[in-house]
């Protein structure tokens, strides 16, 4: 497959413990040839950084249940910066309102997808940022 190795880290920030999507996501990918790493529930960004850099990753999925996205966000694009990260591609998926879609694509967040996004097009997206 024409994008094995790039690997991905996935995970929940926060306290959302709602992770079936992110589990189904993750599977679709790691059956598309990336390497995913599940960082699992209840982390924080310095975490998920912490564990990007040690694992040498090329992106960050994150899923978001709970109307905490924009706060999360930004945290997670300044914690990137400030580990000189910026290379990191940054996947959010969840229930985000479309309006606060375009202000996510502002900090850097590369893809954003809602409910009801067909798997193709989150793996064809995906495959897109590698391109």
Known sequence: MAFKGKR???GKLGLDGHDNGL?????????SGYEVVY?????????????????????????????????YAHQLMNELHQNEMEDVKVVLGGVIPPDDVRELKGLGVHAVFTPGTPKRKILDTIDSLFQ
């Open 8 to 10: 991905f880290i996935v």
């Open 23 to 31: 589990r189904i996501v993750s599977k679709w990918l790691t059956d």
């Open 39 to 71: 960082a699992g529930l209840y982390n924080s960004t310095k975490r998920i950084v912490q564990i990007a850099l040690e694992e040498n990753a090329n992106a960050i999925g994150i899923s978001f249940l709970g109307g905490e996205h924009l706060f």
